[in-house]
């Protein structure tokens, strides 16, 4: 089994290495230890290095297990927890200490030592949830994205709070805010506080700033009990340069291109070379030990459009070997995983993103749709006064929708580094900026499309986000703020309980614009249905009030509005729509039938269609 495990590896086509190389516990005859492995073909006079043996280079040497470039040694009385590097002379002819490629636990910055830690063992409660979960094609999900470390800050004496801790608070907010599943931003080892894990040095390591391996499953496994799901963010395009982690690892270009000119990344990081069989098997089973291991139920990938183009640049061409890796590992893991969400985070048109490789796509279930998200966000930033000439930036992705299965992101991107959180970049004085945002979440959650909203968007937060800070949680004293984060709860409910919002949503047969073309007024209006569910919606994108307003609908019967971005439960001018309306005939832009409602200054507002 390990013979042909590792020839897997070799070839680029294992998701399982995370079994053979690192530091696994084993018995051998009556003795117990633990058996380090490690490739590096690069590498001479291997050693291990550690606490049990003074850190002594010649106490435990290594030996090749094959000529493939395996080191293996087996130290008997090793215990869980103890520190560890790996000693050796690389291809330069200079003798090095470097952390383990595959250490399951590492030590908290600024200290760069690997930790045994047997992973096995942990007693999981989600089997309900692991059978039943799906990629929720045909289910709500809306994502509720997070930084561990500043969603509520430290606790006593500045220290982070562990996972655990944070299952406490975060299971309970989650559940009552509605949202589906919990994104985590990178989880594993990274040794710069403000890379937030996107510059990694230890890919099967679990973030020790907040715990050991069992206590994050431990926060998984509560997550799932309570019907909540679990995506971890990974970022497989480029690591860390500290001198003792990854980079130039062996002396031979291990995990980095050979030329010197592709090497670096414009973030001051380096590349994985994506091409290389071994990187591939590397990355493929640090992702999938995430999944197998900690229950994880989606993956998101980082920077794809990096993958697809040599350093994202469209003009540089594109990169084939790390095309090949995408297809690779989204087949490998959703062959081994059927029910596995792949997200690729990709601001490309590439074609065939979310194609099934079979299919010569590239195999991800959702790609973020940047592109809807940055023409929304343009949009609503305009006074109103101008936004009639820039009304195809909220009818352009309708034009494209369907080519993908996408996934609409306000994510921790849009509010960081003088960009302004989402309330901020809004036109007008405190009331108009909080009746737009309303309007602009209640059309988040209207247009076709899975959710994704990054934590502090639900609370209309002013602060652009800083991971050395908490949430601004004193919000929620204010009314306007505690009134905005019941009006995310409401639309989660809403989404959860209307199958037009979720079912169906990627076939264009489900999808009417009913109001499309009123750039004077800036006032759209679109139909979704499947089956016997049918809503319409309706956005007032000016401050204009209409007492009574023709809106043109293509089915005859009662329309009962179920929300309204103006109620007063929401801050708002509780103008709205109280009884059920009965449509009559001859509705504007040729449509056979009409409603008359009325419409708040920025209303959104979403009818429930009875027939």
């Not at 008997?76 to 330069?92: E, I, M």
């Not at 849009?414 to 909080?434: A, I, P, R, S």
């Not at 652009?464 to 989660?492: C, Q, T, V």
Request: proline share 4%; charged share 20%; net charge negative.
């Amino acid at each position: 089994m390990a013979y042909g495990l590792l020839l897997d590896f070799l070839y680029g086509q294992t998701i399982d290495a995370y079994q053979y190389f690192g530091a696994h516990f084993e018995k051998r005859g009556r003795t117990s230890g633990v058996v380090f492995r490690l490739y590096a073909p690069g590498a001479d006079d291997v050693s291990v290095i550690g606490e049990w043996n003074g850190w002594d280079v010649g106490a435990n040497k290594m030996a090749k297990a094959d000529d493939s470039g395996v080191w293996e040694v087996f130290v008997p009385g090793v215990l869980n927890y103890q520190s560890y590097k790996y000693h050796f002379r690389n291809a330069h002819g200079n003798y090095v200490d470097k952390a383990d490629p595959v250490a399951f636990y590492s030590e908290l910055r600024p200290n760069t030592c690997s930790r045994v830690f047997d992973y096995t063992g942990f007693v999981w409660h989600d089997e309900d949830w692991m059978k039943a979960r799906t990629r929720n094609f045909e289910k709500p999900l809306s994502i509720y994205e997070m930084h561990i470390g500043s969603w509520i800050g430290h606790g006593e004496n500045n220290r982070y709070f562990s996972y655990e801790e944070i299952a406490d608070k975060l299971v309970d907010y989650v559940k009552a805010m509605g949202f589906t599943h919990v994104e985590f931003m990178p989880v594993i080892q990274h040794p710069f506080d403000g890379s937030w894990g996107y510059q990694a040095t230890g890919f099967y390591s679990v973030d020790s700033r907040y715990g050991n391996p069992h206590q994050f499953m431990s926060l998984v496994d509560r997550l799932h009990q309570a019907g909540i799901g679990v995506i971890v963010d990974f970022a497989p395009v480029h690591f860390a340069t500290d001198a003792w982690a990854l980079v130039d690892y062996d002396g031979a270009n291990l995990f980095e291109p050979s030329d010197p000119n592709r090497r670096f990344s414009p973030w001051g990081s380096a590349y994985f070379d994506l091409g290389k069989d071994p990187v591939r098997s590397f990355l493929m089973s640090a992702m999938n030990y995430f999944v197998t291991e900690c229950h994880v139920d989606g993956l998101r990938i980082d920077a794809v459009s990096n993958i697809l183009y040599y350093e994202g640049n469209k003009a540089l061409g594109r990169n084939e070997g790390s095309i090949e890796f995408l297809k690779r590992l989204n087949a490998r893991m959703h062959d081994r995983h059927c029910s596995l969400m792949m997200i690729a985070e990709d601001s490309t048109d590439f074609p065939g993103v979310t194609k099934p490789t079979e299919w010569d796509g590239i195999g991800f279930d959702y790609k973020w749709d940047l592109g809807w998200m940055n023409d929304t966000l343009k949009y609503y930033s305009k006074d109103p006064v101008y936004k009639k000439y820039e009304h195809n930036k909220l009818t352009f992705s309708m034009a494209y929708f369907f080519n993908e299965n996408f996934m609409l992101p306000f994510s921790h991107d849009e509010v960081v580094h003088g960009k302004g959180t989402l309330v901020n970049k809004l036109w007008g004085d405190y009331n108009q900026k909080f009746m737009q945002l309303r309007n602009l979440i209640a059309y988040q959650y209207a247009h076709p499309g899975k959710k994704l909203n990054f934590m502090g968007n639900e609370l209309g937060t002013f602060d652009e986000w800083n991971e050395i800070k908490s949430l601004a949680w004193n919000l929620k004293s204010y009314p306007m703020h505690d009134s905005f984060g019941r009006l995310f709860r409401d639309l989660n409910l809403i989404y959860k309980a209307e199958p037009a919002m979720y079912m169906n949503e990627y076939n264009p047969n489900n999808f009417n614009w009913l109001e499309v073309d009123n750039s004077d007024q800036s006032i759209f209006a679109f139909e979704r249905f499947d089956g016997d569910s049918r809503l319409v919606f309706v956005f007032n994108m000016t401050p204009n009030y209409y007492e009574y307003i023709e809106i043109p609908v293509t089915q005859p019967g009662t329309y009962t509005e179920i929300f309204n971005s103006e109620k007063d439960v929401y801050s708002g001018c509780n103008q709205y729509n109280g009884a059920p309306i009965k449509s009559t005939e001859f509705g504007p832009y040729g449509r056979p039938h009409k409603i008359t409602i009325k419409l708040a200054s920025f209303g959104a507002c979403i009818f429930k269609y009875k027939k």
